[in-house]
């Protein structure tokens, strides 16, 4: 009877006042608990354990923290207010890196990673809501240039079905490194960003096609040459694998004017890759949170190559060096940051909007006030983002 | 720069001669490897464990194995040669149940859970293959009855987008205790099962609706006359909001004739609870590895309710009485079991299966040499079943 009775039991335990269970907990969970000054107490039985600590992504708090051995064995801690949105984080038990049992996982760091969802007061844009949805589609493809079957996911919007003569224009939206392309759904709720957002009338029905970012065995270059042979990996197969397949398998509006590219943090420095390098393709570009790599085809270290100066001219390949042209070509070029991501992250994209504002450059630059390289960052770039699109 | 540098490193690194790294794995990971032979060896990192066993599903053996330290505190053993299929399992650290970093979760046992995919020679049957391919879509919808958004996944066949005037029959496909919606597809690769199928002219396009088999706060009632209720509450949401959702939402033919329902273990519990009460829904019934419980509506422990004898006069409410009528109106009653399954299934299922052929009832009983209560039965169950709808 093991596998009818191994259930974590279902309890509906009293919670501290106003405290919640987040929606990332698995159903019957009663922890971690968020607070309403969004401090947030995690528990993790381990009777036997000498240490316990809890660590996690930046809008956690700087961390680890240390956690305190209660009655049976139950490890506790309450950390600082959180910064709202969704965060990964594990336990730390007797140093080795393990998720918590009370909430799913989500692929972060190239490993599943537990995560908790901190709610944000008054921001309903990515919540599911009592309006058309549109339906997010697995799509699989075999790709030549890799010799491997893909996985995208796509998001139809609402009416897709119901209007078999309609024809949409598309968003390809890109995740970070060490995510994959299940990030944009699961953790951003880029779904519900758009259902609500065309509810209301404020964006343009469109598709959105969320592949994976990785075309390549080797993920960890060293240097920017060894991050662009990645690239171009990928590139390969958007422009010749991954367009072709949603074009014949959607209905598409299937020119440059229709489509666009936006990705956060690795993606973003994707889609600054391959749009500047194809705008035969893509009329809508937007980077949100990734480093601008003026010479993404230097020899060296990614590290270097991420404090470089931006110089107009020669940055790209020089596809900034025509002011005017640039502006006739992209109907939208987009950049983004969080106020609180690392310099790394502010600095290059700062150096580059100063600099292209400087020279004429049409551009939109979104800041997230108090949000760090997370996930609640994306989700209000998206936001801003996507109303901007196929206008 | 942690956020770049913070990555599972991709080691291409040598494994003995035949020994692979299953799918189950994250991109990038060298662990578990998986012997000619089966045997299976897992590791795990933990310097100052004390103790460290790895344990899982019926088909990986009998375990918890003790796992020995090596060199770095990396802890391994080699598990006697597994089953084939997909297995759940789980490391002991110092006794707290963590998962395997190498490997991706799934949700199993009501937690997010390792698995392992240990290859069947020769059973191409559930891989992704060189044929057209369905989609798995997801879908939401608002359940009144239990004041919930709920979450659905649905499988349309190939063309279903090309062929806007076609409509499909619908089978709806349920998990077992402990999984959710996501368990057929991940797990189960039903889509891989029905495109294979379909594309071999062996079934007829169909499309298939797994939803969650939760609708009760309650998961866990220790009799039947409780487990009544929560599989009414799923009842209900079946027959008044899922069916209407999927009938609004997708082109289906919508009645009786095509519409089947099955399911595995509680989900096969669930197909006989909810079909031979409303047989002016579904012509086609399949119960997967269920436990055959004949008084469904009885007070007394689930315990005994699974040892009762069947009769099949009086079984759910007499629903096999009028033995003419019953094969008039099913055109499949398919029951399933593996011979390696524990007795509460075996045992159940076939005294139900000998008493209803008894007495003339038209049933399919398929078994699954070798395999458990695990994946790999219901895979082959699937792969028997789906050839025999719709015709």
Request: charged share 20%; glycine share 10%; hydrophobic share 40%.
């Amino acid at each position: 009877m093991k596998h009818w009775i191994l259930i974590v039991a279902t309890a509906l335990l009293a919670l501290p006042a106003g405290a919640v269970v987040p929606q990332t907990s698995l159903p019957g969970a009663d922890s971690p608990t968020i607070q309403p000054d969004r401090s947030i107490t995690f528990k993790l039985k381990a009777p036997d354990a000498r240490t316990v600590q809890v660590a996690g992504g930046d809008g956690l708090g700087a961390g680890p923290f240390n956690m305190t051995r209660g009655p049976e064995g139950v490890w506790t801690v309450t950390t600082p207010p959180a910064v709202p949105g969704f965060h990964y984080y594990w336990f730390l038990l007797d140093g080795v890196r393990v998720n918590d049992p009370a909430s799913r996982t989500y692929i972060g760091y190239g490993l599943e990673t537990s995560g908790i969802e901190v709610p944000e007061t008054g921001a309903d844009y990515y919540a599911i809501s009592n309006v058309p949805h549109g339906s997010v589609r697995e799509q699989w493809y075999f790709s030549k240039s890799t010799d491997q079957w893909r996985h995208a996911l796509v998001y139809t919007p609402p009416g897709y079905d119901q209007n078999p003569k309609t024809r949409y224009p598309v968003l390809l939206l890109q995740h970070g490194r060490g995510e994959d392309e299940t990030g944009w759904s699961r953790q951003g709720k880029a779904q519900f960003i758009l259902d609500n957002l065309i509810a209301a009338g404020k964006a343009v029905p469109m598709i959105v096609v969320m592949d994976r970012g990785y075309a390549s065995k080797e993920l960890n270059p060293a240097t920017l040459d060894g991050l662009r042979k990645v690239f171009s990996a990928f590139e390969e197969v958007v422009i010749h694998e991954l367009i072709p397949t949603i074009d014949a398998s959607y209905r598409t509006l299937p020119d440059r004017d229709h489509r666009a590219m936006a990705g956060l943090s690795m993606g973003g420095m994707q889609t600054l890759f391959i749009t500047l390098h194809h705008p035969e393709y893509f009329a809508y570009v937007a980077s949100l949170s990734g480093p601008v790599v003026p010479d993404m085809r230097g020899a060296r270290a990614i590290e270097a190559g991420f404090h470089d100066p931006f110089d107009s001219q020669t940055a790209f390949e020089g596809a900034f060096a025509d002011v005017t042209g640039f502006n006739r070509k992209f109907k939208l070029f987009w950049l983004g940051v969080g106020t609180q991501e690392p310099g790394v992250f502010r600095d290059s994209i700062g150096r580059a909007v100063t600099s292209l504002q400087g020279e004429g450059v049409k551009l939109v630059y979104f800041e997230s006030p108090g949000t760090a390289h997370e996930w609640q960052t994306w989700r209000r770039d998206l936001n801003d983002l996507v109303p901007r699109l196929f206008r």
